[in-house]
């Protein structure tokens, strides 16, 4: 894993570059989900609150919603995932990147976690 990447309970990564960030889901996240099938994204220019629901991922056997790390607005969508959903099986942490987002409050990175108590929780489930 990506010591430079902040977590959420939910599974999202987040590198954050100034007052934007990249956005996908984790290794963790992927492995338990499986063979990733298909990726429903936002549009560009939407905005959220953190928690909220931005997309979902539909693998062979379950569908699993996205949810917003921080308050922001998309400023772009990895098009790559779109057209082949199993990049983020191969790559969830690099390529496999989901959204690019504007953040709204950067406080709100504050809040996030650091790879060893996002290692904490993934080691209890």
Same mark, same amino acid.
């Given at each position: ?38 990726? #429903? $994204?936002?549009?560009? !220019? ?6 909220? +629901?931005?997309?979902? @991922?539909?693998?062979?056997?379950? *569908? ?21 959903? #199993? $990049?983020?099986?191969? !790559? ?6 989901? +959204?690019?987002?504007? @953040?709204?409050?950067?406080?709100? *990175? ?16």
């Amino acid at each position: 894993m990506n010591d430079e990447l902040l977590f959420t309970k939910e599974h999202e990564w987040i590198k954050v570059e100034g007052n934007t960030a990249y956005i996908g889901i984790t290794e963790f996240a992927q492995s338990e989900l499986g063979d990733i099938i298909f990726i #429903e $994204l936002p549009g560009v !220019d939407e905005e959220f609150s953190s928690n909220d +629901v931005f997309g979902t @991922i539909e693998a062979v056997k379950t *569908v699993a919603d996205l949810f917003m790390p921080i308050e922001s607005k998309i400023l772009e969508i990895n098009s790559e995932v779109e057209e082949l959903p #199993e $990049l983020i099986n191969k !790559d969830a942490q690099g390529k496999g990147w989901i +959204v690019k987002v504007e @953040i709204q409050d950067l406080d709100e *990175v504050k809040k996030l976690l650091s790879l060893d108590d996002y290692k904490k929780i993934i080691s209890n489930e």
